[in-house]
């Protein structure tokens, strides 16, 4: 019986009944409403089937939030999650490669790069022997240290990749970060 009702009204429409007026529409008006004092309300379906793209809360389509949403909304989150971006607002990046040594510090809060060097540039690039070794480490660390002293920032934290140890080059950028006036804390998990 569904069958015959939609191919009735694919065939010829949607009949609507104005003061006793009989009026056929085109099959893209649908009835959404039901009756009404025997009168069939009709509404117009969108070009485009926009409602198929609302959002989950039926707000305004083609909208997009841009946080993630938590697998868990019930979580705790501490106190000093919280407050850890504005009480340590810079952190020390350090990438080191087989070819090159680069660093930078970051501000947690706005994602920008306050400060940095690394052994690709030109000023650094002439002066150095080798551009991945333990004195350009240390060239690396004295002249990113001037660029944040001119930017007025004196503390950043450096927490260590999962896959890094602290030894070796990383630490003698960040001793020397240290030897030239910045204050560094490291966090060991």
């Not at 150095?128 to 950043?156: H, M, N």
């Amino acid at each position: 019986m569904l069958k015959q009702v939609l191919a009735k009204v694919l065939n010829k429409g949607v009949v609507a009944a104005n003061g006793g007026e009989r009026i056929i529409r085109p099959c893209f008006y649908i009835p959404t409403s039901g009756l009404h004092q025997g009168q069939v309300h009709c509404a117009p379906r969108s070009f485009f089937g926009v409602e198929d793209f609302l959002d989950d809360d039926n707000s305004r389509p083609y909208t997009y939030q841009k946080g993630k949403k938590s697998k868990n909304p019930t979580k705790h989150i501490s106190f000093k999650q919280r407050t850890g971006a504005y009480m340590e607002p810079f952190t020390l990046d350090v990438f080191i490669s087989k070819r090159f040594v680069q660093a930078s510090l970051t501000h947690r809060v706005t994602s920008k790069q306050v400060a940095v060097a690394g052994t690709n540039s030109k000023d650094i690039k002439a002066a150095l022997k080798s551009r991945s070794d333990i004195p350009a480490c240390l060239a690396v660390g004295r002249i990113l240290s001037d660029r944040a002293r001119e930017a007025d920032v004196y503390t950043a934290s450096y927490t260590p990749r999962e896959r890094d140890k602290f030894e070796g080059k990383i630490r003698a950028v960040v001793q020397s970060l240290i030897d030239n006036g910045i204050d560094v804390k490291v966090y060991l998990d």
